[in-house]
């Protein structure tokens, strides 16, 4: 049996979506506070959200290219446990977070992760995503996993089109601590489906321990 692949559902907009997730067994729920997202959230909706979860699930607030003052207002005020960094920051910018972090990272021909892993070692994980010109994430494509060396030195979160079709697949190619999903359990943007997430905890469930 392999290790465990924790599960991040991210772009919570809704509790009923947030405890149908909890109750489902997911480790992790992502609140966007990046206003152009279509999963954009407030923080003062996030903390409703987030004062109804029970113990022991993880929050992780997704911010692209804001200021620190923002980032510690937000941080503040909603009580997420983890920053997502989802933009363009340098390490410098990361290292101000008021809570652990993880840095993003879009993936490109010629992408060396372990380079980047090197910039970034404040981050207690760095998240794989699919490059797209105009979007930061949610871009619902997935990126040539191939790309990553199988062997890494540190945790990986896999981000990018995943769903319940593919999710199997990638757990056994790439081994990530963790993986990412977005749209992969929507019926639409902000609006996760319960059948859709049911479906994807259980291929990660299924296939770790089949592998």
Excluded at 9 to 15: D, P, Q
Excluded at 33 to 57: M, N
Aim: charged share 20%.
């Amino acid at each position: 049996m392999m290790a465990r692949t924790r599960v991040k559902i991210c772009g919570i907009t809704r509790l009923a979506d947030a405890l149908a997730a909890v109750d489902l067994g997911v480790d992790a729920l992502g609140f966007v506070f990046y206003p152009p997202s279509p999963r954009g959230i407030t923080p003062r909706a996030a903390r409703e959200i987030i004062r109804h979860l029970p113990p022991f699930v993880a929050t992780t607030g997704l911010f692209v290219n804001e200021d620190a003052a923002t980032i510690a207002a937000v941080v503040a005020e909603t009580g997420v446990d983890v920053v997502q960094f989802h933009g363009a920051e340098l390490p410098r910018n990361c290292a101000s977070s008021p809570r652990p972090y993880i840095k993003a990272l879009q993936v490109i021909p010629g992408f060396d992760c372990e380079a980047e892993a090197r910039r970034y070692t404040g981050a207690r994980a760095l998240l794989m995503d699919t490059f797209h010109p105009q979007l930061a994430g949610g871009s619902g494509q997935r990126f040539d996993w191939s790309l990553l060396p199988a062997a890494r030195s540190f945790p990986l979160i896999l981000a990018g089109g995943l769903c319940a079709e593919n999710v199997a697949e990638a757990i056994l190619t790439l081994r990530p601590y963790a993986v990412d999903v977005s749209g992969g359990v929507e019926s639409d943007k902000g609006i996760k489906d319960v059948a859709k997430m049911r479906d994807f905890i259980a291929e990660v469930t299924r296939v770790e321990h089949h592998a």
